[in-house]
């Protein structure tokens, strides 16, 4: 494993996850729009476990079956990919890439896509369970044992929360999400997450089994306002954990 990964984890690993996270300002949990932004750019929340009830127990049978399918994502060592909404099963990449390199326009859209059909039982569990009325992609994200991703960030810009959510599927002993200052992401299986995506993070699989989330990547219309609504109340709910 890469020596930055592994220096990484030593730093940030046992950290406690979320300890900086703040109360939110007097008044600003009666307007809804206001909170959302606050929650994503202000809140120095590392992850934010949305208020989801969710049973994986059968679509991780469907799934654990067939990710002999995903193919190679990124170049990062045990990373894999399979984009079951999008422009194609083999475009794990954001649909700007794809458009920056002429193979997609604007008059394109995304949608199921032709591996979708081998999971009938997944697609249907996402159909019923996806917060988000527009979304640009959902992909099956496979890290395999041994693998990693090299420590980086998706925002440039200071705190990002609320963009994609990250579903754990399977999530197995040995497997880490860490974030810079954040510490381990305490999954557990069935979890809707966000992710703040503006710190360093990193992720690897030191244990025998591949870990498997799904990713469901907003579109530019960004949350709708009852998956924001789901927010605020969830960050309600995990601040009245962490400070009990």
Request: proline letters at 6%.
């Amino acid at each position: 494993m890469d020596q930055t990964v592994i220096d990484f984890f030593k730093i940030n690993a046992d950290l406690e996850h979320n300890k900086d996270m703040l109360v939110p300002p007097a008044g600003i949990t009666n307007d809804t729009e206001m909170f959302f932004k606050w929650i994503r750019h202000d809140s120095k929340c590392k992850s934010l476990r949305l208020d989801v009830n969710a049973d994986v127990s059968e679509i991780k049978e469907e799934i654990k079956n067939k990710v002999e399918l995903a193919i190679a994502h990124r170049g990062h060592p045990g990373w894999r990919s399979l984009t079951l909404f999008g422009y194609s099963s083999v475009m794990t990449n954001s649909s700007e890439y794809y458009k920056e390199k002429g193979m997609i326009t604007e008059y394109d859209t995304p949608d199921w896509t032709d591996v979708s059909k081998f999971f009938p039982k997944t697609v249907a569990w996402l159909k019923t369970h996806n917060p988000l009325t527009d979304f640009v992609r959902i992909r099956l994200m496979i890290l395999d044992p041994g693998g990693s991703s090299s420590p980086h960030k998706d925002y440039p810009y200071g705190q990002m929360l609320c963009g994609p959510l990250n579903i754990a599927i399977i999530n197995p002993p040995g497997a880490q999400f860490v974030l810079e200052d954040g510490g381990t992401v305490p999954w557990a299986e069935g979890d809707f997450r966000s992710m703040d995506l503006g710190s360093n993070h990193c992720i690897r699989n030191t244990g025998s089994i591949p870990r498997v989330h799904v990713i469901i990547t907003p579109s530019s219309r960004d949350w709708g306002i009852e998956a924001k609504a789901l927010a605020c109340r969830s960050y309600l709910k995990n601040i009245q954990i962490s400070k009990s």
